[in-house]
């Protein structure tokens, strides 16, 4: 019996743009087309949370923007993705393309199910590649984030973070009860 090889198709950004707008997030990876669907509330009101942290820290010192929902990370023809949040400075020509934004400072994603693996090895290995100086995989499941820096080991935290900008004098430090708001069956409100 005779073995099929498949061959995966290797997808472009302009192949990207032509798929619908049906509410999921379409990405890239070195041609390797990803498909998320619609974030739940949980994963959205965790972004709200950490935009409201990052922002007083990221404006104070002139860090440049928070950056969500159809920001892009455009490197290539085959690669083209969307993360969770990020921090980066905006380009000196606004109506430039995202290719001509410089690279973010800090890329956030908010696993789920979904987007487990993609976020931890595809992303990962992107981001890396990329030189992006810090990468944070929030875990909501396990309330954790797992914190990677260029050139260090991988830091699990479990109860604050503390981000360092490159040129930074002061980190910005984060409480990840701030984050992820009362434990489950916690009956306290939630205000944060």
């Known amino acids: 019996m005779r073995m099929v090889d498949r061959v995966r198709k290797r997808w472009t950004v302009a192949e990207l743009y032509t798929l619908p707008e049906d509410g999921n997030k379409y990405e890239l990876v070195h041609g390797e087309l990803f498909v998320t669907p619609a974030p739940s509330v949980s994963h959205e009101t965790i972004l709200a949370r950490l935009t409201r942290l990052l922002d007083p820290y990221v404006a104070a010192n002139a860090l440049g923007f928070i950056y969500r929902a159809r920001a892009v990370v455009a490197v290539s023809d085959h690669t083209e993705v969307e993360p969770d949040l990020m921090v980066r400075q905006p380009p000196d020509d ?15 994603e908010v696993t789920s199910d979904s987007t487990r693996r993609r976020d931890r090895v595809h992303k990962r290995n992107l981001y890396a590649e990329l030189g992006i100086p810090e990468y ?5 499941e396990d309330r954790s984030v797992r914190i990677v820096r260029q050139g260090q080991p991988d830091v699990v935290a479990t109860e604050s973070i503390a981000w360092h900008s490159p040129g930074m004098s002061e980190p910005l430090g984060i409480e ?9 069956g916690d009956r306290s409100s939630d205000s944060r």
Request: charged share 15%.
């Open 94 to 108: 606004m109506d430039a393309g995202w290719r001509a934004v410089p690279l973010p400072t800090l890329v956030i």
């Open 136 to 140: 944070w995989i929030v875990d909501r």
């Open 176 to 184: 990840l009860a701030d984050v992820f708001g009362p434990p489950p």
